[in-house]
């Protein structure tokens, strides 16, 4: 192809013949502009449809890095939240939005740590705590934090050559881990037969020796059992009933084949906690007035209800057997006609709530126990009956001296 065809070729054009682009530059110089304007030397009037002029790109903004924090590693992905790329955002964590949420704790900035509770100071490890049931009810008192006893105490006393290694003891009864079980020991929060223990190689008897763990007694004895009964309403607190009624044991499978002692008693019309066990010894001391167990009771009444009478309940009120009064009285909740109220006794006297009530004046409508000692109902379902855990039993035994 000649030289004149290349020139005319459809492709090569650009749809501006050459002469006619330099008539017009040569036409156009020092000539005015539509708009008002002049065109100086090189310049093009870009309104007919000229070539447009150059711009330079804007300088992009660099994201601000703090340097404190350390940069995150360049994995050749698009970053998060990109909209050039059309990733999302990575979802971010509850705290990090937080200022100082990614810097490294204790630089200046950074979140500062949640403190202990003093309840983790005190205890460290609890006792038992890693049971799937039962409630928890911390120590029964502050364990001591020394490495040993403050004078020198013979614990060979205690040794038995033919016994088990105590901090197996320990962990076979569900304490803790026999490592943790260790640390306890070495702490002095171990108890064997009321003298304190801190020595590893101690062998003891697991079935006479007495072992308290933050004052919490460990139960090795398998064949007891504690239970909490929710009793319902027309009841009869007996294992059996010759008139018919129901009673406790169509509510227990007693697949131990032991006999069960229902702690104390509930009145037929009363709701609420009643312990069952075989521990003949606990169940004496429980009912026993000397140790002076608090039972806890809501009582509903007629309203509105006056002051002064929680005050004449607590000094003390006059009945047929004697002068009887509550350790607490609390108003819970009072609505138009009824009254809630709590009380917390020792006494074990027969219907003692309904006839303190009837004396100041407010015969009781509903009567529930709550509570007995450290054991609650919570929100235990009416009717049922569980297995109390063993830190509850722990607490039940120290709060009767066992």
């Known amino acids: 192809m000649t030289q004149a065809g290349r020139q005319g070729s459809p492709r090569k054009s650009s749809g501006r013949k050459g002469p006619e682009r330099n008539s017009a530059g040569s036409a156009g110089r020092g000539a005015p502009s539509p708009r008002g304007g002049g065109f100086g030397a090189g310049q093009r009037d870009f309104s007919k449809g000229g070539d447009r002029p150059y711009k ?27 909209w050039k790329s059309g990733a999302k955002p990575a979802a971010r964590k509850p705290g ?24 983790a100071k005190a205890y460290g490890t609890r006792a038992f705590g890693g049971e799937r049931f039962g409630q928890n009810l911390g120590a029964v008192r502050k364990p001591s934090r ?20 105590l901090q197996k003891v320990m962990a076979q009864a569900g304490v803790a881990s026999r490592r943790v079980c260790e640390e306890m020991i070495a702490e002095g929060r171990v108890e064997v037969d009321g003298q304190v223990v801190t020595e590893l190689g101690v062998r003891v008897d697991p079935k006479t020796s007495v072992i308290h763990v933050d004052g919490l007694r460990i139960q090795l ?16 607190s007996t294992m059996e009933d010759p008139d018919g009624r129901p009673c406790i044991s169509d509510f227990v499978r007693n697949t131990h084949g032991e006999r069960l002692f229902h702690v104390g008693r509930l009145d037929v019309a009363t709701e609420g906690l009643l312990l069952l066990t075989n521990d003949g010894e606990l169940a004496n001391r429980l009912t026993h007035p000397s140790y002076e167990v608090p039972k806890t009771y809501l009582v509903q009444v007629r309203g509105p209800f006056p002051q002064g009478i929680g005050a004449q309940l607590k000094a003390g009120v006059e009945l047929e057997d004697g002068i009887a ?26 219907r003692i709530v309904r006839r303190l009530f009837d004396a100041v004046g407010f015969p009781v409508l509903r009567l529930v126990r709550v509570k007995v000692g450290p054991i609650g109902l919570g929100d235990q379902r009416q009717g049922s009956i569980r297995n109390l855990g063993k830190q509850e039993v722990g607490h039940l035994l120290a709060s009767v001296g066992l």
């Open 96 to 119: 990090a939005r937080k200022p100082g949420a990614g810097k490294t704790p204790g630089t200046p900035g950074a979140l500062k740590p949640k403190p202990r509770s003093a309840a």
């Open 325 to 350: 009064s509550v350790d607490s009285f609390r108003l819970v909740d009072s609505t138009p006609g009824h009254v809630l109220i709590e009380v917390v006794l020792h006494s074990g006297k027969n």
């Open 221 to 236: 004895d398998e064949s007891l059992v504690y239970m909490v009964f929710n009793k319902p309403k027309g009841v009869v």
């Open 56 to 82: 330079a790109p804007k300088p992009r903004e660099e994201r601000f890095v703090d340097p404190d924090e350390s940069p995150a590693p360049q994995t050749g992905r698009p970053a998060a939240g990109d």
């Open 146 to 165: 020394k490495r040993g006893p403050s004078g020198p105490v013979p614990q060979s006393e205690l040794h038995d050559a033919d016994g088990v290694r």
